[in-house]
């Protein structure tokens, strides 16, 4: 499956952004998704994951009550809505797809994951 992120760019703190995911070559349906990111000289990490169905998902404490992750397997596409953006979301934001079993421990492991995005770059700054 190819992956390909978009909606990323220059924010200022406080503000919202709508990052999206679309996957091709397979079906959408049979991947657990996440999202992930970098910043300059830190190690990747987890930001979100969702099950196939999108019944179940799970977030990074960072996050948690201000990023929504969603999924529309019709359209092959996986969402991550960012507000109250902080400066430390600065990062490059990578989705990636997982083949295997669902738990939320699972989700949270970039090692889980058999596929990923180029990334797109999000920038909080004032």
């Known amino acids: 499956v190819q992956l390909v992120e978009s909606g990323g760019g220059l924010v200022q703190p406080g503000d919202s952004l709508r990052l999206s995911c679309a996957a091709s070559g397979r079906t959408l349906g049979n991947y657990v998704m996440g999202w992930f990111r970098q910043a300059p000289g830190k190690e990747r990490e987890f930001v979100a994951a969702?099950?196939?169905?999108?019944?179940?998902?799970t977030y990074a404490d960072s996050v948690k009550g201000r990023f929504t992750i969603s999924r529309e397997n019709a359209k092959s596409t996986v969402m991550l809505q960012m507000n109250s953006l902080k400066p430390e979301d600065t990062a490059v934001y990578y989705c990636?797809?997982?083949?295997?079993?669902?738990?939320?421990?699972?989700?949270?492991?970039?090692?889980?994951?058999?596929?990923w995005g180029q990334g797109t770059q999000v920038t909080v700054s004032s």
């Open positions: 990636a797809a997982d083949f295997g079993g669902w738990t939320p421990f699972q989700g949270s492991r970039a090692r889980s994951y058999d596929y």
């Open positions: 969702i099950s196939r169905s999108g019944s179940s998902t």
